[in-house]
């Protein structure tokens, strides 16, 4: 069975680095697009960036262009994202996701719905 496993969130002042880890297993990871999506309280849940299967398209929101940076190890069933300097904004439940449909080249236009697998979440909180 599916399990995405999220971590590497904390707490952290302004300015700061965070790298976030999500984890695949009882999956086939390596052919699909992920996707890092975030939650604060009161709040939607926010499309954050994605990472096609072969890391050769990706997608970020405005307000974190510049300081995050999504990747992935498809050896390790990992993906990654790198989070630089970082604001109180950018406080919430960090997501990862799965793709439902394999092998999409382009993630520019993924939404919400096309994603189908969803790991735990993992804090992320920024003090100012």
């Known amino acids: 069975q599916l399990q995405l496993v999220e971590s590497g969130g904390g707490l952290v002042q302004a300015g700061d680095s965070l790298r976030l880890s999500c984890a695949a297993s009882g999956l086939t990871f390596s052919s699909y697009a992920m996707g890092w999506f975030r939650q604060a309280p009161g709040k939607e849940r926010e499309f954050v960036a994605a990472i096609s299967w072969n890391a050769g398209s990706t997608y970020y929101i405005d307000s974190v262009k510049g300081r995050f940076t999504i990747s992935r190890d498809n050896a390790k069933n990992t993906i990654y994202l790198q989070m630089n300097s970082l604001k109180p904004e950018d406080t919430a439940v960090y997501y990862c996701?799965?793709?439902?449909?394999?092998?999409?080249?382009?993630?520019?236009?993924?939404?919400?719905?096309?994603?189908?697998?969803w790991g735990q979440g993992t804090q992320v909180t920024v003090s100012s």
């Open positions: 996701a799965r793709d439902r449909l394999a092998v999409r080249v382009t993630v520019a236009t993924m939404r919400f719905s096309d994603f189908g697998s």
